[in-house]
């Protein structure tokens, strides 16, 4: 019994995101492909079916336009849809600074 679709779907999707992280820097691209490992593994560990995980999904964007709303700036990626991926980088990226300052 082979993969289903949605699995083969997410397991390119997560490459290709991968391989546009590696060609920022090899610490992020370790630091997100943990992320993305842990992630993955939630899914298949909950098995709360796809109408759960859109209703997260969905919920988390209307707190990030809320969030915008309040700070007074529209979302970057309405420019650019690079910066859907910039967003998350950027946060490995201080998490990363972080633990390089108290290890320093």
């Given at each position: ?42 899914l298949a560990l909950m098995s709360l079916g796809f109408k759960f995980w859109a209703g997260v999904f969905v919920i988390a964007w209307i707190g990030q ?40």
């Amino acid at each position: 019994m082979g993969m289903s679709l949605s699995v083969w779907f997410t397991l390119v999707l997560s490459a290709l995101v991968l391989l546009f992280y590696i060609k920022l820097s090899t610490p992020l691209f370790l630091a997100m492909g943990i992320f993305m490992l842990i992630c993955l593994s939630v899914l298949a560990l909950m098995s709360l079916g796809f109408k759960f995980w859109a209703g997260v999904f969905v919920i988390a964007w209307i707190g990030q336009f809320i969030g915008h709303k309040i700070e007074g700036k529209k979302p970057s990626f309405f420019e650019d849809l690079q910066f859907l991926l910039i967003g998350p980088a950027w946060v490995a990226n201080s998490l990363i600074a972080k633990k390089k300052e108290k290890s320093a």
